[in-house]
Each structure stands twice: as structure tokens, then as C-alpha cells.
Nanobody, 121 residues
Framework: QVQLVESGGGLVQAGGSLRLSCAAS????????MGWYRQVPGKQRELVAGITSGGSTNYADSVKGRFTISRDGAKNTVYLQMNSLKPEDTAVYYCNANYAVAPNSDGRVSWGQGTQVTVSS
């Protein structure tokens, strides 16, 4: 079992910044990709940003140019630097990891517990 522990959420004014962190621990042979998703009540969870083990990144159009995802492979940790925050960024942010527990094994998925980000206008 792999655990993902998120931190860094909170309340910030519009235009401000926050940095989210997510550390993976447990039975991990390798991490194929990690990402951040967000969800607001009544809506589906949506991808915010993702990063592969090779460093390739992708972003939702709504956050391009404002958010930056990065990772520390040695620490199995992924970060999300969020700048120029807007009230519409308010959501619960979830960390996601696609990982393998052994060589050539199928990928598995794990989710963090979520961290609240609230942006006031």
C-alpha cells in the first residue's frame, strides 16, 4: 500500500501564491507519474497538472502560466506552485500517483486525502 500525504493548502487572497507538496511512501518500486487534481462540490474531479518520471508535464488550460508542477524523484515528492491565484481556483486539491511495486508490474494508482485551497476575492 502506498500513502500520499499532502500539505500546503490554506486561505489566500486573490493574486497570492501557495505551494502544495505531496510525499509518497510505502511499497514503491518506481513512480511512473504524479499529478494534482481538484474538485469542488457538485463537480467532477479535474486534472490540474501532471508530471511523468521523465519530467514531461501537462496542465489544464485554466492554470497554464500560473501553476508549475515539479518533482523530487529521490524523495518521491511532487509539488504544485500556484501563483496569481483566483477565486475560481478554490477547491479541494488531491495528489495522485501512478506507481509500480515491482519490475514490469502493472501500474497502480493511489490518491491523497485532499487539501483545501480557498482563494478570497
Amino acid at each position: 500500500q502506498v500513502q500520499l500525504v499532502e500539505s500546503g493548502g490554506g486561505l489566500v487572497q486573490a493574486g497570492g501564491s501557495l505551494r502544495l507538496s505531496c510525499a509518497a511512501s510505502g511499497s514503491i518500486f518506481s513512480i511512473n507519474a504524479m499529478g494534482w487534481y481538484r474538485q469542488v462540490p457538485g463537480k467532477q474531479r479535474e486534472l490540474v497538472a501532471g508530471i511523468t518520471s521523465g519530467g514531461s508535464t501537462n496542465y489544464a488550460d485554466s492554470v497554464k502560466g500560473r501553476f508549475t508542477i515539479s518533482r523530487d524523484g529521490a524523495k518521491n515528492t511532487v509539488y504544485l506552485q500556484m501563483n496569481s491565484l483566483k477565486p475560481e481556483d478554490t477547491a479541494v486539491y488531491y495528489c495522485n500517483a501512478n506507481y509500480a511495486v515491482a519490475p514490469n508490474s502493472d501500474g497502480r494508482v493511489s490518491w491523497g486525502q485532499g487539501t483545501q485551497v480557498t482563494v478570497s476575492s
